[in-house]
């Protein structure tokens, strides 16, 4: 990513612009106007706002790795499924159907797939749906990170990424602008109430809500209802909502549903190139030992687990340990689990 200092000043200038080239005095009132003093704090606040997402959300920790690493070092792109592969998941029958005609325990279409980056690119109100580890929050953090290099990334739209988990509106009180403001607060953004609303009014942001599923069930209609009047109201941002594909009971009027796609081959290889990347790892080749025994016909079981992020690392886990993989499949899951405990417990 690029240098943090830099995405700080060219945040700084775009609330900047933001606010002063739209005939905006939102900051601390009608009567204020820019100066070098609230451009200084501007660009402090912009700094650390953007320190506070890569540290948030930047950085992953996954159980087995030595130490935390950059998410965008390790990030493998995911794709989606068309919305045609997603009715086919509706009931019993389309996956018995499906099952049957593929003669394997994948339920996906070849070729129906599109980038998941050019989807949210092109895509101003997005659903992604899909499984448990499939890589929802990871795709939307990644969304986030791509955001903040404004027109130095590949999502080329100038907007400030606010990353909200859902499972936070655990009570009855659901105030998306608040959050909003509060992330700017903790910033020490001047006026942070008044510089949220004029960023929604201006379209500037890209709200990322994580795990509509996670909503204690008791609030899930209130909820989806705030966050219907919510967009409506601020509908030039962009959105990018997640939830389990068996949660997801559609509705959100504006948004695109997609489904995440199972990995590819390709990128199989990439995640764990990306997994073994210490230097002795690098050094002694582990990341394409570990590919070419997972080619291996012994190895249909554990290569048949690996098109999902968690159950790839699972793997990644597993070879790391023991170099080879179990042709067992419950052998492999209680290798894997195992290894996971003893990391919890360490």
């Not at 499984?131 to 929802?136: L, R, V």
Request: charged share 30%; aromatic share 10%; glycine share 6%.
């Amino acid at each position: 990513m690029a240098g943090l200092d830099f995405l700080g000043i060219e945040l700084g200038k775009l609330i900047i612009k933001t606010f002063w080239d739209k005939g905006g005095k939102a900051l601390g009132g009608a009567s204020q106007s820019l100066n070098d003093e609230i451009k200084k704090l501007i660009y402090k606040a912009s700094k650390q706002y953007v320190n506070n997402y890569n540290q948030r959300h930047g950085i992953l920790k996954v159980l087995g790795m030595r130490e935390p690493v950059a998410l965008e070092s390790v990030y493998t792109g995911v794709r989606f499924l068309d919305e045609k592969d997603i009715r086919s998941l509706g009931s019993i029958a389309d996956l018995e159907e499906d099952y049957r005609t593929a003669q394997k325990r994948k339920f996906q279409r070849e070729h129906s797939w599109k980038e998941g980056l050019r989807v949210a690119k092109e895509t101003q109100y997005l659903m992604v749906l899909g499984g448990p580890g499939a890589g929802k929050s990871t795709f939307l953090r990644r969304m986030g990170l791509e955001a903040l290099k404004l027109n130095k990334g590949e999502f080329q739209h100038h907007c400030i990424p606010v990353f909200i988990e859902l499972k936070r509106f655990n009570s009855d009180k659901i105030d998306i602008k608040e959050v909003i403001a509060e992330e700017l607060r903790i910033c020490r953004f001047p006026s942070p109430n008044e510089s949220t609303t004029k960023l929604l009014e201006q379209g500037k942001l890209l709200i990322l809500l994580d795990g509509l599923d996670e909503v204690p069930s008791k609030n899930l209609n209130e909820s989806i209802g705030k966050i219907q009047d919510f967009v409506d109201l601020y509908d030039t941002n962009r959105f990018i909502i997640s939830c389990r594909t068996a949660a997801y009971r559609s509705g959100f009027r504006r948004f695109t549903d997609v489904a995440m796609a199972d990995f590819n081959d390709e990128q199989i290889e990439c995640f764990i190139k990306n997994w073994f990347q210490s230097e002795s790892d690098k050094n002694a080749g582990t990341a394409q030992k570990c590919w070419k025994i997972l080619q291996k016909t012994e190895n249909a079981a554990a290569k048949e687990l690996a098109h999902t992020p968690l159950l790839l690392t699972f793997l990644c886990l597993v070879y790391e340990r023991s170099q080879r993989f179990p042709n067992n499949r419950s052998i492999l899951y209680c290798k894997a689990l195992r290894i996971l405990l003893e990391e919890w417990a360490a």
